[in-house]
């Protein structure tokens, strides 16, 4: 099937606009995970649903950045005041019931905050 | 806290030849899972390989292998015959069983493929 997509690809903001970034995971896939990779950096958690349930959400930077998945499926990354700051890829990724472990991620979201 | 550190940031190796980059993390958990991922220019990250730390066994996958020394808490990962397709970023990730299944990045090694 299809693998993880994300829209849009990329994405200026002037600083102060919000931001909302979409993510369709895998189908059937119940996890879904969001990281931030900075230029040159490895990628960073930012938070992880199980279904609809946001599990984990220790790794958002600050209470600008708010996601949900309000049906268990496709997820939105929403950030508030863009910041300069927050000028970086931002990666889906998603896993299966039955193998947690392995990771498929989506090709991302260039966001460059001017 | 997990660290993952790749302490190589850039390589180089000539068609057909054999590279191995490194990785060490820290970590007090018992069990865990290791990774190394390629990320190509594109930006997609692959998985390449995935290490489970119960097993002594040392992961293949084709070209690819690892030098799993779960003392030494060291993680490298072999390509053999490199091919110019292996040109990426590669990224050693560390996630434990119990929580979130969240990973835990190295800063990453960018492996240039020579012809």
């Known amino acids: 099937g299809a693998g993880v997509s994300q829209s849009p690809r990329y994405k200026v903001a002037k600083r102060g606009q919000d931001v909302a970034l979409r993510c369709d995971p895998i189908s059937g896939h119940v996890s879904l995970f969001w990281y931030q990779q900075a230029l040159g950096q490895g990628p960073e958690f930012l938070t992880y649903f199980q279904n609809e349930a946001q599990l984990d959400k220790s790794g958002l930077p600050s209470d600008r950045f708010f996601a949900e998945r309000p049906e268990g499926s496709v997820s939105t990354l929403k950030i508030q005041r863009t910041q300069q700051e927050d000028s970086a890829v931002y990666l889906c990724?998603?896993?299966?019931?039955?193998?947690?472990?392995?990771?498929?991620f989506g090709p991302g979201t260039r966001l460059l905050v001017l | 806290a997990q660290t993952v550190t790749q302490s190589q940031p850039e390589m180089s190796v000539q068609e057909a030849e054999t590279v191995t980059l490194s990785c060490t993390y820290d970590t007090s958990e018992s069990n865990y899972y290791l990774f190394w991922y390629k990320q190509p220019p594109s930006r997609q990250m692959i998985l390449v390989i995935r290490?489970?730390?119960?097993?002594?066994q040392n992961a293949t996958e084709n070209r690819f292998s690892v030098n799993f020394q779960k003392a030494a808490k060291s993680f490298s990962l072999k390509i053999s015959d490199s091919q110019l397709g292996d040109t990426a970023m590669y990224f050693c990730?560390?996630?434990?069983?119990?929580?979130?299944?969240?990973?835990?990045f190295g800063t990453g090694t960018r492996l240039k493929v020579l012809a």
């Open positions: 290490q489970e730390a119960y097993k002594q």
């Open positions: 990730a560390f996630m434990k069983t119990s929580g979130t299944y969240k990973y835990i």
């Open positions: 990724a998603s896993t299966s019931m039955d193998n947690q472990e392995t990771q498929y």
